[in-house]
């Protein structure tokens, strides 16, 4: 299994991000995917989920109303728009299955300043 995240960065709060996965070495399509995130010092929690279609969506309340999960089957890729970047949303963000594999990517960072 293979997980590359990108799209992380540097913004100040307020700003918006995307972040891009791409998944290989699973059957993509039929796994429920989601995004998670590690900020220092703390657990690693599940932010944003989607399923195996795309039609259902679930989002931590922390994220809910700023951030977007969506899926790209044909491309075994998953994205998480963030809007409305808050300071607290710093993290090392990594996608994974819902319910997930032991195998994990790099992560990448989101720093949001105030």
């Known amino acids: 299994v293979q997980l590359v995240e990108s799209g992380g960065g540097l913004v100040q709060a307020g700003g918006s991000l995307r972040l891009s996965c791409a998944a290989s070495g699973i059957v993509f399509s039929i796994n429920r995917m989601g995004w998670y995130r590690q900020a220092p010092g703390k657990q690693r929690e599940l932010v944003a989920s989607?399923?195996?279609?795309?039609?259902?969506?679930n989002y931590a309340d922390s994220v809910k109303g700023r951030f977007t999960i969506s899926r790209d089957n044909a491309k075994n890729t998953v994205y998480l728009q963030m809007n409305s970047l808050k300071p607290e949303d710093t993290a090392v963000y990594y996608c994974?299955?819902?319910?997930?594999?032991?195998?994990w990517g790099q992560g990448t960072q989101v720093t949001v300043s105030s």
């Open positions: 989607i399923s195996s279609g795309g039609g259902t969506t």
């Open positions: 994974n299955t819902n319910g997930p594999l032991p195998d």
